[in-house]
């Protein structure tokens, strides 16, 4: 039912996705319907629709528990040909000589579904796949099954990396070797010599150009990967003295990861594009010049520069790329190369979201305050007036004397001068004092600087049946943003103000950062929890590098996922992951479930005996065990 606000207009759903700021970050694929539930469009072109709050619910009626990982493939699919379209628009309008042919980069998600997804959709744009490691590459030629298939072949690599990029090229694959360290030459010359096959080669240049953010240092002459100026022309002559001159033809670059803004996207295009051209001259067979990775998505939908953000849009991008190649080449009379581009996280982001339950709440409520008694403790009677004093005129003034009566009372306790009750009370009424303060705060047009937190004290803490470190472990390690929205409930005002906590026991395992208009903000406004009804809520654009960061901390394990897809007649389930059991996790950290039944069983037969346990008991402890390792890793309903 829809509630009112202050101004008398009754909240809608559309207040939610302002709130929320749906229409910026989940647009084309996310919005809010008319129910106050989120729904999904997978493909934006077809106009369907797929209620996620009742998908929710089906899957859950299946016996697929939450916390549950939703991939969406139609996503992906639009993803890869939005891409490969944008090029083919800039392209043609540029009047550009050469072609595009994107890869993506294993390393963002390697589950295999998703993986066979690239490939199935990526095939009418020849799209291919980026391997960072031997593993990956071992990925890439199982699933890159096309005649002329594109593989980049990055990261550090030993003889059998390169021997097996090498042997590849004969399964009719594009398989280039990109040296990242000169030493790897030496490498590749023992594995030409052994094989007698002639390798596809490109280099990693160190451009003196930088990203933005976290990921700035990826480029630079001290960056982790990739040569010099001075390292590119020795690579060059000792390819020259073995006659290889015309195995190197690529030249790669990256300058980073999610690059907000376009001007060093500009600037390293620019100054990677003369180094290619430069290599033209100087005797290469050049023909793809690979411009990395990067691309950004706009995670707070505020299309800024800021970290979580981006100021360009996907067009402008692909422009700027073929414009500023084309006219390199131009001015050098350099044929123009297949340009090649490396975006995994614009590709897989879109399409997998977390959805989880709500289940437990930790709030700062108490209600209107009772008056002391006459025979209280004065603080008691001190902070009382304080609280019915308390205006909009003086709320700073409020929150001094507050302050000071609980700092007060926390060091009478502490010598024994106040009752624990006692002490109990000047809290209680502190926090009443907190409550008004915030209340009168929130109408002002200027907050003094020591209640801008007031907020996130005042906050509630929802408890949250998932684990950060497992599924969102960039917002631990990076502070990165994602969008977090409750799923349904949207026709109601959210009146709650919280910080979520997962389930893990360490106390970084907190959101309390949140994507806002202007940078992020501590709180996110929630509805108020009603233990008898389930709540639920989801974080989205979590599709690139989340699932295969994550670790077991505290044994919560990879959670259920399922892929879905639509058809004709709305939508089919395609694949169900199962998440990990307990047994599972157990064997990761080497344990044997089966031993520590037979442990366990030890333990409680010497009880039974000396008749501290009685055999029902017994039975009952063991049903227990043994059901706990088959279960899932999260919280469950189940009996």
Known sequence: M???????????????????????????????????????APDPTRPRNINLFELVQHLEARGLDLPLLIRFSDIVEHRIKHINEAFERAIVEYEYPGIYRGVFPVKVNQQRHLIEDVVEFGRPWQFG???????????????????GGLIICNGYKDLHYIETALVAQKFDK?????????????HVFRATEKLGIRPLLGVRSKLSAKGVGRWANSAGDRAKFGLTMTEIVELVDRLAAKDMLDCLQLLHFHIGSQISSIIPIKNAIQEAANIYTELAKMGCKMGYLDVGGGLAIDYDGSKTDFHASRNYTLEEYAADVVAHVQAACNKSDVECPTLVSESGRAVAAHHSMLVFEVVGVNEVRFGAPVEPKPEAHR???????TYKGISAKNVQESWHDATQAKEEAQNLFKYGYLSLRERAGAERLFWNCCEKIQSKVKKLKFVPEELWDLDRTMSSIYYCNFSLFQSAPDIWAIDQLFPIMPIHRLDEQPEVTARLADLTCDSDGMIDRFI????????????????????????????????????????????????VRLTEEGYEVRHVVKGDSIADVLRY??????????????????????????????RTLMQHYEQALRSYTYLTDSE
């Open 174 to 186: 594009q398989v280039i070797v990109v040296l990242e360290r000169i030493e790897e030459l030496d």
């Open 379 to 385: 603080l008691l009677k001190d902070l009382y007036e």
């Open 129 to 147: 796949l980026e391997a960072g490691s031997k593993p990956e590459l071992l990925i890439a030629l199982a699933a890159m099954q096309d005649v």
């Open 589 to 618: 950290v080497e344990y044997q479930p089966e031993g520590m039944v037979e442990a366990v069983r030890k333990q409680a037969e010497r009880a039974v005996q000396s008749g501290r346990l009685t055999n029902e008991q017994m």
């Open 2 to 40: 829809n509630e009112m606000v202050e101004n008398g207009e009754p909240w809608s759903p559309q207040k939610s996705a302002q709130l929320y700021q749906i229409q910026g970050w989940g647009l084309p694929y996310f919005s809010v319907s008319d129910e106050g539930h989120v729904q999904v």
């Open 516 to 563: 806002d208009v202007e940078e992020d903000k501590q709180v996110l406004e929630v509805h108020d929890y009603r233990p008898d009804e389930p709540y639920f809520m989801a974080m989205f654009l979590n599709g690139a590098y989340q699932e295969i960061l994550g670790d077991l901390h505290n044994l919560f394990g990879d959670t259920n996922a399922v892929h």
